[in-house]
């Protein structure tokens, strides 16, 4: 069995559940199986850098990158760009940059946001930059999921999203969720592929 890392980060649980669902996707391709992993939250207290993770969640750990075939990473909207929790975590990538531990692997990226014009795909472009950096080989979600087409909620061609409300209170629709788990799909099915 070959994993593929889920890595998010989320305050409120919306890019959680998403995480969850392209986690469902993984899983239900044979030989492929899901690895959720969080980052601790960063804080610009230096005293107060904030135990957030729940018994269920571990943190990410340099050997996820390395023994995983595949990544999915996800982050709520933060004006327009990702979370500064991820974005601290993969600052801190230098040596897999280096080593080229992520080079040739297959990637996807996630996000959630509060209004549904709020920048979702600018974020999901800030997440994808690092990763081609990296040399990753970026999974994106094509329109012939008529879902993509379709959706009055979240979904976009870079990588699947949900519109979670001002209070984070939305639950995933029905085509955030198809996508979602398509995107796990299509992930698993090319990191098995280019892993072989
Ligand atoms: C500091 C901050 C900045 C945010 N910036 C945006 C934004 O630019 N656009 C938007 O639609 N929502 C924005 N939001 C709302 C979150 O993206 C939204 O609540 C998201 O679904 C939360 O995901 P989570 O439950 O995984 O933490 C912001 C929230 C915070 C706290």
Not at 10 to 22: D, E, P, Q
Not at 109 to 118: E, R
Request: with cysteine; net charge neutral.
């Amino acid at each position: 069995m070959k994993e593929i890392l889920v890595l998010y980060y989320s305050k409120n649980g919306s890019t959680k559940k998403l995480a969850n669902y392209i986690a469902r996707g993984i899983n239900s391709i044979e030989g492929a199986s899901a690895r959720i992993r969080t980052v601790p939250e960063v804080s610009t207290s230096p005293k107060t850098f904030a135990a957030t993770c729940e018994a269920s969640d571990l943190y990410v750990t340099h050997d996820d990158l390395i023994e995983c075939i595949g990544l999915a990473l996800g982050s709520p909207v933060r004006f327009g760009n990702m979370a500064s929790s991820l974005k601290y975590f993969l600052d801190n990538t230098t040596h897999e940059w280096l080593s080229g531990t992520l080079t040739g692997k297959a990637a996807c990226v996630f996000t959630s946001s509060g209004s549904l014009h709020g920048g979702q795909e600018a974020c999901l472009w800030t997440m994808l930059v690092p990763l081609l950096h990296h040399g990753m080989i970026i999974v994106g979600l094509p329109y012939t999921d008529s879902a993509l087409m379709n959706t009055k909620t979240g979904g976009t061609p870079y990588g699947v999203s949900h519109h979670s409300g001002i209070n984070d209170d939305m639950i995933i629709s029905t085509d955030e969720k198809n996508l979602a788990i398509l995107q796990g799909k299509l992930l698993a099915i090319t990191s098995l592929k280019l892993a072989k």
